[in-house]
């Protein structure tokens, strides 16, 4: 739609329609069907004269879309020009409602709750407690960490764990086999073995 050659006065018989003229058209639900049942207490002129300013208003409805919709377009064009993308609109947007927030009486209130608050013998001995309760736990763990190293320590030189390390040693030569003396592993197709030759399966 042209919006230069768009009339947007609401009284001109055009309307905005431009050259998308209807009104030889009939708005929904307006005029019609002659055979409905009129509201009790309502005469037939008083219905028509109902449906003519319903015609009338919802024209007025479909007016001002297309004349919202040719300004979205035009705001569109004019946004694309000046090299606002929806993302930078969206970033100014989201800067702008920020600093309504922090300006507003809400937000310079709390700030000035919480400060008061940062002030106050109440918070200060519970965060000096914190402090103190941080400062001992750290020293805990620490405690705990080396006595987990000391015993992990004693077990790797306890017997049983020996054993088992042996144990776990000649299960990997077994299945790694000769690969840890920079010999190539042989698959089982390359493999001679005779038992393996005559499995039942």
Do not use: C
Not at 172 to 187: D, I, L, P, T
Request: aromatic share 4%.
């Amino acid at each position: 739609m042209d919006t230069a050659n768009q009339d947007i006065n609401l009284n001109s018989p055009n309307k905005g329609l431009g050259t998308n003229d209807l009104s030889d058209v009939p708005a929904e639900g307006a005029v019609g069907n002659a055979a409905r049942t009129l509201p009790p207490g309502m005469t037939e002129e008083e219905a028509e004269e109902l449906r003519t300013e319903l015609t009338k208003v919802e024209e007025e409805i479909h007016t001002l879309r297309q004349v919202l919709a040719a300004k979205e377009k035009h705001a569109t064009e004019l946004k694309r020009k000046l090299g606002l993308s929806p993302l930078t609109e969206f970033k100014q947007n989201l800067t702008k409602g920020w600093q309504d927030v922090q300006t507003s009486n809400a937000y310079l209130s709390a700030a000035a709750t919480f400060e008061d608050i940062a002030q106050s013998e109440a918070y200060k001995k519970t965060q000096e407690t914190l402090s103190v309760a941080g400062q001992k736990t750290t020293a805990a763990f620490s405690t705990m960490g080396t006595a987990i190293s000391r015993k992990l320590g004693d077990m790797r030189n306890s017997p049983t764990f020996k054993s088992f390390e042996d144990k776990v040693g000649n299960l990997k030569s077994k299945v790694v086999g000769g690969r840890a003396n920079g010999e190539e592993v042989q698959s089982p197709e390359q493999t001679n073995n005779p038992a393996q030759d005559n499995a039942p399966f």
